[in-house]
């Protein structure tokens, strides 16, 4: 029997779709920015971890090898197949379900094809708070967060999604199940293999199920938008805001005037805030405070009185209502959009120790300009973390398309090379994916890379997890 007729067996024929043809790509064959297109044999839709576990022992005995899926809103080709139109892939959505909330516990365990903001609307109405968001949460899934160890908007204060994982549901290489799923907090018997599946990017064993951690919801939530005279303000700010918010910081998002400009000019629906527009950076800060609205009104308020009068900052509004809230995160949430419709760029999600930020920018901007007069550098992300989105754009006028495919390789050789001089990390929350295998070796050293390959080995000996991603191996 073929083995799509095998795979229909177990999960149904409804669930299992064979990919685009001459048309074009389906879908799911290719990224969200619809820059990299694959080929697979087949999609398969699984119900249950059993049927997870049977899809992976078929797949393993016939020598396919199979790409995890689950909102495919990652950013560097790990959840498309290849062009070989060999691999299935294993799209998570139908595990979607809550199976518990442990409100003594303060956890959630839900399975793995769950969507972001449906975990979100199922924890408010328990009275809890989940903290990972990220701007893909309408689509992107929680198993996907795990396998690539998301960041997102407040990490600042809750950690990324390993700091808020308690315990996994895993279905290996060979179609083994192993359930953690206890929620302990405290569990030193051996190895942590969570912590190994956790930003593995579907090369090492499939999630299926997490348990994860749930805060108290903050009494209030007070959002600043701040206009910048430099980026060495915008660290003077942070350290300020740490010291004066304390516990009660939850986001501290960096803006650059340019990205800020492409949601000004594509997205002219939004609302956007009633400041200067001449700065050159603007910072978003989110204040959670435990007491009431007017003690975080107090806070926030006297701390940028206090940093305009030391003159970090120029300029500055507080949210005075939960719609204007969401019309300042919005304009944050929207650069991605912004850029994707402004055309094609080099992006580069990157983490620099946080006090050599201003360094790195100067250093970095003006060895660009000299290499590629006229380019424009979109820098926003999560200042607090030390993560910068810092993308460059072809000159204006230019074809953006023709522009990249002359000079990709060398504007991210001259971004990734002054992030390893400053000790910074080329892949701060996206992972690496297949899109940026081949840097590992230029900025990891031998010794990691050799224990990476040997976890990769001893987990998926014959390498049909996600292969080609991560460590290579394709
Ligand atoms: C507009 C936008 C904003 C974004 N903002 C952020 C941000 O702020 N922070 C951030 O960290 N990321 C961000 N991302 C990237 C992306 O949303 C995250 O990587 C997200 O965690 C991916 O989830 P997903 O369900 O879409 O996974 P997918 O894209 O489907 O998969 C991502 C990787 O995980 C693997 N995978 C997926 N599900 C499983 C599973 N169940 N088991 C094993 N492996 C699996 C895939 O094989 C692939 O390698 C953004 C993306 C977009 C489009």
């Known amino acids: 029997m073929k083995l799509i007729d095998r795979l229909s067996e177990i999960v149904g024929v409804a669930h299992v779709v064979t990919g685009g043809g001459p048309e074009g790509p389906a879908p799911w064959e290719q990224d969200w920015r619809g820059r990299s297109k694959g080929r697979a044999l087949a999609m398969v839709r699984p119900g249950s971890t059993a049927e997870v576990a049977d899809v992976v022992k078929l797949c393993a005995a016939e020598k396919v090898s199979i790409v995890p899926q689950g909102g495919n809103t990652g950013l560097v080709d790990g959840s498309i197949p ?10 998570l959505g139908r595990l979607k379900a809550v199976r518990s909330i442990d409100r003594k516990n303060m956890t959630i365990t839900v399975e793995a094809g769950c969507i972001l903001q449906s975990l979100h609307e199922v924890v408010e109405d328990a009275g809890f708070l989940f903290p990972l968001s990220l701007a893909a949460k309408g689509s992107c899934t929680i198993g996907g967060n795990l396998a690539t160890n998301a960041g997102g908007t407040q990490v600042v204060r809750y950690g990324n999604a390993r700091s808020l994982c308690l315990g996994l549901e895993v279905v290996t290489a060979s179609g083994e199940i192993w359930s953690a799923l206890s929620g302990l907090r405290k569990d ?15 090369t090492l064993g499939i999630i299926t199920a997490a348990t994860m951690q749930l805060y108290p919801r ?3 939530q007070l959002t600043a938008w701040a206009a910048l005279p430099s980026i ?6 942070l350290e300020r805001a740490r010291r004066v918010l304390s516990a009660s910081l939850t986001g501290f998002e960096l803006m650059g005037r340019f990205p800020v400009s492409m949601v000004r ?7 956007m805030p009633a400041l200067s527009t001449d700065d050159p950076y603007f910072v978003l800060i989110e204040c959670s405070d435990a007491e009431s609205e007017s003690h975080a009104r107090s806070l926030v308020e006297g701390l940028l009185s206090d940093a305009i009068e030391s003159g970090e900052v120029s300029d500055a509004v507080v949210a005075e209502s939960l719609s204007q809230v969401r019309d300042l995160w919005e304009v944050r949430e929207s650069i991605p959009l912004a850029a994707y419709k402004e055309g094609l760029m080099a992006a580069h999600d990157i983490s620099l120790p946080i006090a050599s930020i201003p360094q790195f920018v100067d250093v970095t901007e003006s060895r660009l300009l000299e290499a590629f007069p006229g380019v424009r550098i979109s820098n926003f992300g999560h200042l ?3 993560n910068l989105h810092y993308n460059v754009h072809a000159p204006s006028g230019e074809s953006a398309a023709e522009f990249l495919r002359r000079y990709e390789e060398q504007i991210r050789q001259i971004v990734y090379d002054s992030v390893h001089q400053f000790a910074g990390s080329f892949s701060a929350e996206h992972g690496i994916g297949r899109l940026k295998l081949h840097w590992m070796d230029s900025y990891k050293s031998s010794v990691e890379l050799n224990m990476m390959r040997s976890i990769k080995k001893a987990l998926d000996p014959s390498s049909l997890m996600n292969p080609g991603c991560v460590v290579g191996g394709g």
């Open 384 to 386: 607090g973390d030390g």
């Open 265 to 271: 000019q594509h997205l002219s629906d939004l609302r």
């Open 232 to 237: 060495h303000a915008a660290l003077e700010l």
């Open 82 to 91: 290849d062009t070989s139109g060999t691999q299935v892939v294993m799209n």
């Open 188 to 202: 030193n018997t051996g190895y942590d293999l969570r912590d190994l599946f956790i930003g593995s990017e579907g």
């Open 218 to 220: 903050a009494a209030s």
